[in-house]
């Protein structure tokens, strides 16, 4: 097999080996929150700014 080959029937025969139940899952609606988030900022734009320049470099 060269790089990046598979066998097609190794993928076709494929079982889920877990032992989930469905009441044990989490669902995604579960667990949303309500509330408020506030962010105090203490640097300017410019140093901000300043800042982000010397990340890409």
Same mark, same amino acid.
């Given at each position: 097999?060269? $790089?990046?080959?598979?066998d ?31 962010f105090? $900022?203490t ?15």
């Open positions: 097999m060269g $790089f990046g080959s598979y097609e029937s190794e993928q076709e025969n494929q079982e889920l080996d877990a032992d989930i139940d469905d009441d044990e899952a989490v669902t995604a609606g579960e667990n949303n929150h309500d509330g408020e988030v506030d105090e $900022f640097a300017s734009n410019d140093e901000l700014l300043d800042k982000l320049e010397d990340i890409k470099e």
